[in-house]
Structure formats: structure tokens, C-alpha cells
């Protein structure tokens, strides 16, 4: 069957694009396309961009001047024959042009379906699937480079190396209980237990990444924190002026809460706008203590802020209290402002935790903030191409599991158990590493999977 969607955001950009995939997408472009000097698109457009106009043959009607370009599978994006309409009018003839396509023998693409079809015709394995799921969604620079890193298939790589060594071990297992007598390749305990930790260091050096992965993905839940008038939205104003995060609308997700990314040299924050929930934006006030103890232990990061143009109160003491075994970055504001705040007592308090002082309504001290936002998670720069990093929660569960058979391997390795049992867990090992690439994989998880991609992708 013969798809198509609309496969640009709708109504952000200057130009639509509308996809065809399937046998009937030549014939389909063809019927409504009039070219200025193209007669017939044909093999020899194949990959060129021909002008004309797309027209309602049934109402003799102008639909819109477009450019068509013909692509000849196999070499495509889903494999199979495309045709992509780029059309100028904006949103409305856009869908003109989509509704004539499907009137004429398309059906319209589920969401994910030209990349499913991609999948299914072998151009891309699972992991590399959804990675474009994760750039679609990629909340900065740096999470689009690791998404793209792993669909150029460096984790399928790494996975596929991992999976070869657990195959040689399957098959010495194997020739050994075949032809036990033949002195064929015997394999031994020593070289079992060597492949195994050897596929057990790559699996957690995998999974090492997987919290840096996860922050790549969906940002550091951080949270601002301090009592009324200390200069909280003064903090999240200046540091989204500078670092504000581009988000892409992802339909079919909502919110329940005001969320901003920003966008810390490629560290993405998703600052939790407490005044987004409420008026004020007392997080204790407004929530009760109970709930904001809640956010608070939710968040990765929190960043707490102190006045110290007013003396030390019972809410700053509530909150180095709510803070105390968290993550969090101590900021004393307004400092431009006779002081009234005991710094070295308050550093007494918070365990000689460093204190940044400010001063945010003149710009002082945000760089420091920054730079202490970087340091606390990396140490440093992230090096995203340097190596593989799973940002798939899905992939980390199946690291997971597999990381327990090979542990349970190499036990009964060590214990000299029956070599037939510890087969078993070699193969499980193996399956579900599989299933990241898709290489054993069932349909209902394939379904699962493609569901998530927006429609046109
Ligand atoms: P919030 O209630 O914690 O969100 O505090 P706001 O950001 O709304 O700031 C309260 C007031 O303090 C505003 O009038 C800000 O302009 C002012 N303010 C914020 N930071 C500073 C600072 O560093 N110095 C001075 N002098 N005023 C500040
Ligand atoms: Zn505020």
C-alpha cells in the first residue's frame, strides 16, 4: 500500500513537504503534477527537483506551484518509490495537495510508518530507528549529535562486537556438547570465564553512560528554590536570555507542569517553573512541605538561592534542611545591596558547600552559576562523539538484563556447573542484546516502538 503524510512541521516553516511511499507513488505524482517543460516524471528525473504545479484534475483547479522530485527505490529513505512535494502556499494548500494524493490511492502514514518501512526493508536496524525518534525530539545541540551518533550505528556496533563474543562462546559450548569425546576445540572454563568478562566490562561500560544519556535526552530536572523575593525569576529570566533551548512541539505529549530548557554548553536543563504552577511561586507556600520535599528529591539539580540584603529566616532554614542531601548549587543574591547575611555562617550550615554570590539583576554571577551547573555533572565538557552513549531507556533495560545473564554466567562458570546450563544464560545474554537492534524482536514491541514517531517521519 502506497502512504503519504505531510512531513514538515505544520505551519512553522515557509515550505511544505508531502511524502509519498510506496509502488503507486510515481503514478500517483504524476497525476496531479503538470510540469512547466516535464512532460511525464520518469527514470531519468529520478533525484532531481522539477517545477510545476500540482493540480485538481477532477475540478480543473490550481491547487499550488511546487517542485516534485521523483526518488527510485531501492535507494531511499524507506526504500521503496518516493515522491516528495515541496509546496510554497503555506498550511492550507499543503493539506490540498496531501488530500488529493490520498484521493487518488494513497493511504495516509501512521505515525513512524515511512520509518517502520525503513526498519522492515532492512535500511535501518532498531536502534538506529529510534534514534531518529530521539532527534525529532532533541532538546539540544549535543543530544541531536548523540542521536545521530547512534544513527550512524555506533551502539548497534558496539552491540553487534558484543554479541560476536557471546556467539563464539555459544559455539565452544556447543562443539563441546556435541562431540564430547572428539578432542575438537574443548572449550575450558578459563577461556569461558575470560569472554564473559570481557562481555560483562562492555556491557557496563555501556551502561556507565546511560545517566549521561538520560540527561542528553530529557534534560537535568532542576529546580530553583528559595522564599519569596530572593530573586528567583530574576535567575530563570536572565539564564534563559542567554541559553534558551529551541523545543520542537511534539504532538500527543502533554504537560502538567510549565517547564523551560535552556541550554548549558550542550548540558540541556529542564527548570521546573515553580511560578508556572501557581501564582507565587513559594514552592513551600504553594505546595505544602510535603510536595515540594517531593520535587525536590525528583530533581537532579536543585539550585537554592538566599537573599543577603535581608537577615536569615525560618524559610531559608526550612529549605538548607529540604536540600541537604540533594545535588544543589548555593547562590547568595544580591550582593550589590548592604549586607546583611553571615556568608561564613551560612557556609557553616551547609556543610562548606561553596556559596555564589550574585548579583543577577546587574548580570554578576551567572557565569559562575553556569560554569558550577557544568562542573558538578561532568567535570568537564561532554565529548559526545567520543563514545557510544545510550540515551534510550528501552536499550538501558535490555543492557540491564543482559548484564544479569552474563553475571550469572560468569557464577557458574566459576563454580564449574554443567556447561549445557550455563548455555542458557549465554543465549539470553545474546537474545537480549538482540532485541536493541531489532534482531529478535517481536511485532508487538515493533508496534510500541514505531507508535511514538509523529506522523510523516
Ligand atoms: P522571586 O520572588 O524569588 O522570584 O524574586 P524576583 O526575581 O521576582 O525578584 C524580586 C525583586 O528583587 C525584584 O524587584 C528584582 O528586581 C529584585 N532583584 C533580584 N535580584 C536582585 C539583585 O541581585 N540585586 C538587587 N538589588 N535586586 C534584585
Ligand atoms: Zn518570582
Redesign the pocket.
Known amino acids: 500500500m502506497t502512504i503519504a503524510a505531510i512531513s514538515t512541521a505544520v505551519g512553522e516553516a515557509g515550505i511544505g513537504i508531502v511524502r509519498i511511499s510506496g509502488k503507486d507513488a510515481l503514478n500517483i505524482g504524476n497525476y496531479i503534477f503538470e510540469g512547466n517543460k516535464v512532460q511525464e516524471l520518469k527514470d531519468d528525473h529520478n533525484r532531481k527537483l522539477v517545477y510545476g504545479h500540482i493540480v485538481d484534475r477532477q475540478n480543473n483547479q490550481l491547487i499550488d506551484e511546487v517542485l516534485i522530485s521523483y526518488m527510485k527505490g531501492p535507494h531511499t529513505y524507506t526504500r521503496e518509490d518516493m515522491v516528495e512535494v515541496y509546496c510554497h502556499g503555506g498550511i492550507i494548500s499543503v493539506k490540498k495537495v496531501l488530500e488529493l494524493i490520498l484521493s487518488n490511492g494513497a493511504r495516509l502514514a501512521e505515525p513512524g510508518e515511512f520509518t517502520k518501512r525503513a526498519f522492515l526493508n532492512g535500511r535501518l536496524d532498531l536502534s538506529q530507528s529510534e534514534a531518529i525518534i530521539d532527534m525529532i525530539r532533541a532538546k539540544t545541540d549535543k543530544s541531536f549529535e548523540a542521536s545521530l551518533n547512534q544513527l550512524e550505528g555506533s551502539l548497534s556496533r558496539k552491540i553487534k562486537e558484543i554479541r560476536n563474543i557471546l556467539l563464539e562462546m555459544i559455539a565452544h559450548v556447543e562443539v563441546s556438547i556435541d562431540f564430547p569425546d572428539e578432542d575438537i576445540e574443548e572449550v575450558t572454563y578459563e577461556d569461558l570465564e575470560k569472554s564473559g568478562n570481557k562481555v560483562k566490562e562492555e556491557l557496563e561500560q555501556l551502561l556507565s553512560t546511560a545517566e549521561r544519556g538520560k540527561i542528553l535526552r530529557d534534560g537535568l530536572n532542576t529546580v530553583i528554590l528559595?522564599?519569596?523575593?530572593?530573586?528567583?525569576?530574576?535567575?530563570?529570566?536572565a539564564v534563559l536570555r542567554e541559553n534558551r533551548a529551541i523545543v520542537t512541539d511534539i504532538p500527543g505529549t502533554t504537560r502538567d507542569i510549565i517547564e523551560e530548557y535552556v541550554n548549558i554548553d550542550g548540558i540541556p536543563l529542564r527548570i521546573i517553573d515553580t511560578?508556572g504552577i501557581r501564582n507565587t511561586?513559594?514552592l513551600v507556600e504553594q505546595i505544602g512541605v510535603d510536595k515540594a520535599k517531593e520535587t525536590v528529591e525528583k530533581a537532579d539539580l536543585i539550585i537554592a538561592?538566599f537573599?543577603a540584603?535581608r537577615e536569615m529566616s525560618d524559610e531559608d532554614y526550612e529549605i538548607i534542611e529540604l536540600i541537604k542531601d540533594k545535588k544543589s548549587i548555593i547562590l547568595l543574591?544580591?550582593?550589590?545591596?548592604p549586607t546583611k547575611y553571615d556568608e561564613a555562617y551560612l557556609k557553616s550550615i551547609i556543610n562548606n558547600r561553596e556559596i555564589i554570590t550574585?548579583?543577577?539583576?546587574?548580570g554578576?554571577g551567572v557565569d559562575l552559576l553556569e560554569r558550577s551547573i557544568k562542573n558538578i555533572f561532568y567535570s568537564g565538557e561532554v565529548e559526545v562523539y567520543s563514545d557510544t552513549i545510550v540515551t534510550n531507556v528501552r536499550h538501558k533495560n535490555q543492557l540491564v538484563k543482559a548484564l544479569q545473564n552474563i553475571n550469572q554466567a560468569i557464577k557458574d562458570i566459576k563454580g564449574n556447573v554443567p556447561i549445557d546450563c550455563i548455555e542458557v544464560d549465554l543465549k539470553n545474554c545474546w537474545e537480549n542484546l538482540g532485541e536493541i537492534s531489532g534482531d529478535t524482536i517481536g511485532e508487538d514491541i515493533l508496534d510500541k516502538i514505531f507508535s511514538e514517531f509523529c506522523i510523516g517521519k
Open positions: 528559595g522564599k519569596p523575593n530572593v530573586g528567583k525569576s530574576s535567575l530563570l529570566n511560578a511561586d513559594d538561592v537573599d540584603s543574591n544580591k550582593t550589590d545591596l550574585t548579583s543577577i539583576t546587574s554578576v
